[in-house]
T-cell receptor, first 113, second 115 residues
Framework: EPEVTQTPSHQVTQMGQEVILRCVPISNHLYFYWYRQILGQKVEFLVSFYNNEISEKSEIFDDQFSVERPDGSNFTLKIRSTKLEDSAMYFC???????????FGPGTRLTVL | AQSVSQHNHHVILSEAASLELGCNYSYGGTVNLFWYVQYPGQHLQLLLKYFSGDPLVKGIKGFEAEFIKSKFSFNLRKPSVQWSDTAEYFCAVNSFSGGYNKLIFGAGTRLAVHP
């Protein structure tokens, strides 16, 4: 069964460093998403992406964040200068169409020291 | 603001007990509703979904949920839980007014089932 994959599973970085989180969505899916979950809090939407453009972004997704689909398979989230409060689990998701269910990857746990 | 509320943060049950987890949302208009489950150490998995039609939807592993539009609710039920149902359960909504671009999640309910 096809699934969303994410790498790395755990990333530790120093405050101020750039990180890139990688995702491979399900191959025939057209819509891609990033969510995050700070420990003990709810899952929060960050950004949605379709046709090589951001469709919607939340207020969390400020200028420090960017997304890219550099090739036909990967979907990345870059945080330019990490802050302590960026420590969270980051989930990538994809869906076949806009109203369809989203399939989630296993997440990348980001720890900013 | 659009929001999803899950009433129970922690639920502890014995095996074979019945389960009902509450979920209410604050949107008007057309919504799609979902329940996701996260087993310990695993990623979010879809349990069931409601798009339209019969408001009683059946999902995997014996779970079902009922959409009650007048109450803005989508409660999750299982008649008899098993130890393997120990997990965190998330209700989520996306809406026409939100362009269906994003899921809004509830805070989650952590279920512990004791043998």
């Amino acid at each position: 069964e096809p699934e969303v994959t994410q790498t790395p599973s755990h990333q530790v970085t120093q405050m101020g460093q750039e990180v890139i989180l990688r995702c491979v969505p399900i191959s025939n899916h057209l819509y891609f998403y990033w969510y995050r979950q700070i420990l003990g809090q709810k899952v929060e939407f960050l950004v949605s992406f379709y046709n090589n453009e951001i469709s919607e972004k939340s207020e969390i997704f400020d200028d420090q964040f960017s997304v890219e689909r550099p090739d036909g398979s990967n979907f990345t989230l870059k945080i330019r200068s990490t802050k302590l409060e960026d420590s969270a689990m980051y989930f990538c998701a994809s869906s076949e169409a806009l109203k369809r269910e989203q399939f989630f990857g296993p997440g990348t746990r980001l720890t900013v020291l | 603001a659009q929001s999803v509320s899950q009433h129970n943060h922690h639920v502890i049950l014995s095996e074979a007990a019945s389960l009902e987890l509450g979920c209410n949302y604050s949107y008007g208009g057309t919504v799609n509703l979902f329940w996701y489950v996260q087993y310990p150490g695993q990623h979010l998995q879809l349990l069931l979904k409601y798009f339209s039609g019969d408001p009683l939807v059946k999902g995997i592993k014996g779970f079902e949920a009922e959409f009650i539009k007048s109450k803005f609710s989508f409660n999750l039920r299982k008649p008899s839980v098993q130890w393997s149902d120990t997990a965190e359960y998330f209700c989520a909504v996306n809406s026409f007014s939100g362009g269906y671009n994003k899921l809004i999640f509830g805070a989650g309910t952590r279920l512990a089932v004791h043998p």
